[in-house]
């Protein structure tokens, strides 16, 4: 293996990359940008793929208090692929090791992530958004959900109907609210015993409710990051249970009943992770848990774009129209 500076590399490669840079406001251009080199206890990899999530849509739409344009392959950090180089202090780690990571610049060719947050996968040519996955498994974890529990789902998208798959093998009945008919046939595809549309705040409590002939839920994931889901997910848990914050609420303050919170005396979990060495073991659950088949992410993956498409990506996940669950960056 060639030595470099800082890395040991597994063969040559150019000095340039194509990277996605967010020029404004739902304006992505496809740029020339160095191939950044590791230090000494980062890898670089050859990014395979990258997803599109959530919280890449306002950085894409535009914010007053964002700076334009953005750094290259910002904000990709669902990415997988294969090591191509390594720090010189990086024992355990080698080039051509099949990887998912935390990263953060990842709708490029390459990206850089540290060491001690790169989980290897299964020598494999099948996507693996592993970010998105351990979202998934820290979230389901959290929940605490348990065998024999009546379990509401509310927001059949990807994290929903990996939440469903997830509850539903641990031996919970899940019960699913989502709007779209679309997402209410995957989450039945993914194990929910009863599926409800998402159309009428009063309908909606009451057929949930007598699905558990009148004892409401020990579990209530909301997943969709709105004022109404919040709202619905705190009249359906019952006393005791445990109302779990799974949705991304980028979009203002949100109000809460704290009466019947308290009435209730239930456990208000918000399971958004910020320390990296959750997201790690996350990943590391989300190998296992694909292996073993208690996970099975592949057919939620629909809609596949190059790097070029980004913008079209972009669009998509913030429509989400019929059909469409999760997009991914193919590179």
């Not at 015993?193 to 209530?220: C, D, F, Q, W």
């Not at 979009?251 to 910020?274: C, F, K, S, T, Y």
């Amino acid at each position: 293996m060639a030595h470099t500076s800082t890395a040991l590399a597994a063969k040559p490669v150019a000095t340039t990359m194509r990277a996605a840079v967010i020029a404004g406001s739902r304006r992505t251009e496809i740029s020339e940008a160095p191939i950044p080199e590791p230090s000494a206890h980062e890898v670089r990899v050859r990014i395979e793929g990258c997803g599109v999530c959530e919280p890449n849509i306002p950085v894409w739409e535009g914010r007053a208090w964002f700076n334009y344009p953005r750094d290259a392959g910002a904000p990709g950090r669902e990415a997988w692929g294969r090591i191509d180089a390594v720090g010189r202090e990086v024992k355990h780690l080698a080039p051509g090791d099949h990887v998912t990571m935390l990263s953060y610049h990842a709708f490029a060719e390459y990206d850089l992530a540290r060491a001690d947050e790169v989980v290897r996968l299964p020598d494999s040519r099948k996507p693996f958004p592993g970010e998105a996955l351990a979202c998934a498994m820290n979230v389901f974890r959290r929940a605490g959900v348990q065998p024999g529990q009546n379990v509401a789902i509310i927001g059949i998208g990807f994290l929903g109907a990996l939440l469903t798959q997830l509850a539903s093998f641990a031996g919970a009945r899940v019960i699913a609210i989502s709007r779209r008919p679309y997402a209410l046939k995957i989450a039945r595809w993914c194990g929910a015993a009863e599926t409800i549309p998402m159309n009428g705040h009063k309908r909606v409590i009451e057929e949930a409710v007598e699905l558990t002939s009148g004892a409401g839920y020990a579990r209530v994931i909301e997943a969709i990051g709105e004022q109404e889901a919040l709202d619905l997910a705190t009249e359906l848990t019952r006393e005791r249970g445990r109302l779990v914050i799974a949705g991304y609420h980028r979009d203002g303050p949100r109000q809460v009943n704290m009466q019947l919170w308290n009435w209730r005396g239930l456990d208000v979990i918000n399971a958004h992770e910020r320390d990296p060495r959750f997201y790690v073991a996350g990943m590391r659950e989300a190998v296992d848990a694909v292996a073993s088949g208690r996970l099975n992410p592949a057919p939620l993956y629909t809609h596949t774009f190059k790097l070029d498409q980004i913008d079209q990506a972009m669009e998509m996940m913030r429509r989400r129209p019929d059909g469409f669950l999760k997009a991914l960056i193919m590179m």
